[in-house]
């Protein structure tokens, strides 16, 4: 069993950055795919960030590159999420997750999850 403990969130202006970390911890996972989702109140869990955990190959979602970039410290089995030029439309409680596959893109396959950091972003 894996436990995830993400951090970092937090209330920030429009336009502001954050970094938020998620701290890997219980049976080993050197070929995983970890990934951040977010949920806004009374929408669906969004996918934004994806990262091949055995060479650090990454993915963003369209609505987030080129502001939100994923990468990861396997000596501290810790993933983060710099976010940068927040959006009003990026307020929303952010989860990590870990998929036992080297890598994966489909939101199924991702099986640990954490229990998510708040994300406010004020306009």
């Known amino acids: 069993q894996v436990q995830l403990v993400e951090s970092g969130g937090g209330l920030v202006q429009a336009g502001g950055s954050l970094r938020l970390s998620c701290a890997v911890s219980g049976r080993p996972f050197s070929t995983a795919t970890m990934g951040w989702f977010r949920q806004a109140p009374g929408l669906d869990r969004d996918f934004v960030a994806a990262?091949?955990?055995?060479?650090?190959?990454?993915w963003v979602a369209n609505s987030v590159k080129g502001r939100f970039t994923i990468s990861r410290d396997n000596v501290r089995n810790t993933m983060f999420l710099q976010m940068n030029n927040l959006k009003s439309e990026d307020t929303a409680v952010y989860y990590c997750a870990l998929a036992r596959t080297p890598w994966t893109l489909n939101r199924n396959d991702f099986g640990s999850w954490g229990q998510g950091t708040q994300v406010t972003v004020s306009s």
């Open positions: 990262i091949r955990w055995i060479d650090g190959g990454t």
